[in-house]
């Protein structure tokens, strides 16, 4: 039996993740050097050899830029399909939401400077941002957890 999993969003909520993977694949599209945040989401494979890491993102960049970019397309068509508020995921799908909210995440830590928990203030509003995406990363694991 194939599992699916029945995400409800509210009309806001497919607006803002619509907005965010927006500007997250405008962000794919730059220059790698454009942004750091690119670099968290492709970070050094060799912290310790810039060489052999430079080497490693040559090879690789361009592949997990790609993939990225695919997952981010499914999970635009997935709310795209969602107008009666209610994204229907398979598998697949549920892949591609689960790395792109955490990219999406990433990239916002980058933005804001958490590094760990400790960095979390409540001051400036995308913290809130970054705290919805981790929300709904959680509610979608023990969703799809109980399909299972």
Known sequence: MTR???VALAPAE???LTNLLKQFEELLAA???ADPALGRLAPD???DDPEAS???RRLTRSDLFDR???YAA???ASLDGAADGVAVLDASDFQAWMKTLAALRLVIADRLGIADEEDLRGDDPRFDVYEWLGYRLDTLVTQWDATA
Request: net charge positive.
């Open 4 to 6: 699916v999993l029945s």
């Open 54 to 56: 430079a080497e490693f």
């Open 45 to 47: 494979a060799y912290p």
């Open 68 to 70: 990225r970019r695919a």
């Open 14 to 16: 497919i607006t803002h």
């Open 31 to 33: 220059d790698p050097g």
């Open 74 to 76: 499914a999970m635009r």
